[in-house]
């Protein structure tokens, strides 16, 4: 029960704050259920492009979940070998790319893991020390190879894109807000946001970064518009072990156990989709101390890391960066030492 609750309010750990707009200004708004979690369109300027954006998402969903028997995943899965969609491809060989990127910190063939500790299934458990040794030969990215269309897995690899995936559905959304000519819109694909355009009254959008210990609060807010938004949270999918201890879904590919670094939530933001959607993951992986390092080698992208109570707030974010809650004192991180 926890699972399911947690992916319906998973939204929250990105809180879009009540734009104020004129009130001639009426958005197409549509929501609706997918990739485990709730999503919502509200899109200015055309009448037809949200219903275009969840048709697509729609059809990303059926295509890359790792339990449907009929997706390209499932079937790649059990088979080794597929000729998969042109998305499923695309989404395949880009998180590839950014598993190299980051050094193996996300790792899209992770999921044998994630399925043993329970979080596919909602039947929590910690797994056997021998168990998960045996299930992490499965597991690097470097078992996966994209050719055209066709995916192949080697070494007994499972694939699952539920870490990229709702970028990559923001990426296309965006494509299609381009396409359609449509004035701005705010895009909540539950932890991930796009801010398209700017608010009809020229402002710009305001995305808040939810509380870890309170997911209906936030702890402060980005003002942005023409980015994307990602945040990924200790506190979305976990469990309290027979031992006391809480569990969370974000897992180390490096031994496979939830990652426990202090860090509560990532959050990043920049042009792309999928890059701020894996970036949340590794980076919360990495580690504070490495993120930092990855942040100056790679300037492309901005974050928000929270700990107990410190935001780490990257130097391109501190003036669109509003802390609201006096729980926690910002620590702006400069890009260059």
């Not at 990229?164 to 494509?175: L, P, R, S, Y």
């Amino acid at each position: 029960m926890k699972l399911k609750l947690i992916s319906i309010i998973i939204s929250a750990a990105l809180l879009i704050i009540p734009c104020g707009c004129a009130q001639n200004e009426k958005p197409e708004s549509v929501s609706f259920q997918a990739m485990d979690t709730f999503m919502k369109l509200d899109v200015y300027g055309d009448n037809s492009a949200a219903e275009k954006i969840k048709n697509q998402i729609t059809k990303l969903d059926s295509l890359l979940s790792p339990t449907d028997e009929k997706s390209d995943i499932f079937m790649l899965n059990r088979d080794k070998k597929a000729t998969a969609d042109e998305l499923t491809a695309e989404l395949t060989k880009k998180s590839l790319e950014i598993c190299e990127q980051t050094v193996g910190a996300l790792d899209v063939t992770i999921y044998p893991i994630v399925r043993e500790w329970g979080f596919i299934s909602g039947k929590y458990k910690i797994p056997d020390k021998s168990v998960l040794s045996g299930l992490l030969k499965k597991v690097s990215y470097k078992n996966a190879t994209v050719s055209g269309n066709e995916i192949t897995l080697k070494n007994g690899a499972e694939l699952d894109l539920g870490a990229t995936a709702k970028g990559f559905a923001a990426d296309k959304a965006v494509e299609i807000l381009k396409s359609s000519g449509s004035e701005s819109a705010i895009l909540n694909l539950g932890g991930t946001i796009a801010a398209y355009g700017k608010k009809p009254d020229g402002s710009l959008w305001r995305v808040g970064i939810a509380d870890p210990e309170n997911t209906a609060e936030y702890i402060g807010y980005i003002q942005c518009s023409d980015k994307i938004v990602a945040t990924s949270g200790s506190y979305e999918r976990y469990f309290k072990g027979s031992d006391g201890k809480i569990y969370s879904h974000i897992i180390d590919p490096r031994d496979g156990y939830p990652v426990d670094n202090g860090i509560k939530s990532v959050t990043i933001v920049s042009e792309n989709g999928l890059k701020s959607d894996c970036l949340s993951t590794a980076l919360f992986v990495m580690g504070k101390d490495k993120a930092v390092d990855y942040l100056r080698k790679n300037k492309n992208f901005e974050y928000v890391i929270l700990t107990d109570n410190e935001a780490f707030v990257s130097e391109g974010l501190k003036d669109s960066f509003t802390l609201s809650s006096a729980g926690y004192a910002v620590r702006v991180i400069e890009k260059d030492d």
